[in-house]
């Protein structure tokens, strides 16, 4: 299924699309609130009180919209989930403590033992360990495809698929997947997708719209945006949502009211945001691949980008994350770049307002043997940079210094 909306030509911002700023100011809130608040009211309990037994007979035989217990939901939470479903163009969404969660919430919800899931084996460590790692203790089988090799992808799928789960644009290696493809697959041998597209976000591509029935993402980055909050997010159609909903209440997979609070606020500025990411991301990585100590630049936005054309045709923009490679360089020298940089913070994580940089060697995979690192496509010279909202001439001018150390 096609987006309703014409894509657009290339990446500018006149592109049709929703008023994203007004949608990320008031989608999902109350105009009328508690006290008459502006803002939404934090409730900090742990239940909810009812005024006689009558009335607990409603709430219950009536099944009336209210809450009950903080573990099934608290006000703040169903505001976030009202305001991310309208970024998202979803019916529906489930709103978990982090990112991890949003994806164990999915597939320990959904799955059950004997099950398969199909996973583009591109995608956050993290993704890649639960599924090899944990879900073959429930019973429930991994088999790994290469990102955009849609007849491996095909040949995987067997009797016991019940989901191919990939991420878009990949983490760390920004590959861009044909979701229409993929929907398509999906929908033809009767298996459901799922897509984490944390690093592209709402704003650059909405996944639901190609016919994709999840999507995930980990709010801790571009939703928060302020590296100050762990959330996650698994949106999609009603019917999916309800018995996410339900398992996520039976284990209480969900956040504080504050962290709602901190997340709503965020949220406010995703557009601003997002523009200034795109932005930075594109500028930076047109930088770096013209710098004669770079060897090779991932970023979609790129022409030299293997998916570039992909990404014209179906991202409005490429996100923050650049990652590269510095030429002749052992993990060492490539280490002193990280080193050199000033702007941007050693550490994990992306898409909060302040860049971070990494050697994916030193921070996610030191614990893997350089065969796994080799298998995943890690090279020792290899450097994520998640640039932030600072301005543009100033990352690339730090950059650049940092280059110049051998
Ligand atoms: C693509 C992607 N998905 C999921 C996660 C997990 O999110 P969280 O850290 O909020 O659990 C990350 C974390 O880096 C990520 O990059």
Redesign the pocket.
Known sequence: MKPEKAMPEDFSKSSPGPNWSTLAVHAGEEHEKARSALTDPVFLTSTYSFADSDSLLKFIVEKQPREEYARYGNPLEKTAERKLAALENAADAVLYA????A?AGLLLGKLRAGDEIVLIDEC?L??RDLCLETLPRFGITTRLVPACDYAALEAAISPATRLIFG?LPT?PHLSVLDLERIAALGQRRGVETAI?A??ATPYNIRPLDYGIDYVLH?C??YFGGHNDL???VVLGSREKMEPLRNFRGLLGLMGSPQVAHLLLRGLKTFELRIERHNANGQAVAEFLAGHPRIETVYYPGLSSHPQHELARRTMRGCGGVVTFTVKNADWRQTADVVDAVRVPHIA???GGVESLIEQPLVLSYYDYSPEQRRQWNIPDNMIRLACGIENAEDLIADLNQALEVH
């Open positions: 982090s990112g991890m969660t994806i956050y993290r993704t991420e983490n984490d944390t690093l980990s801790t980055k762990l959330a996650g994990p994580s992306l």
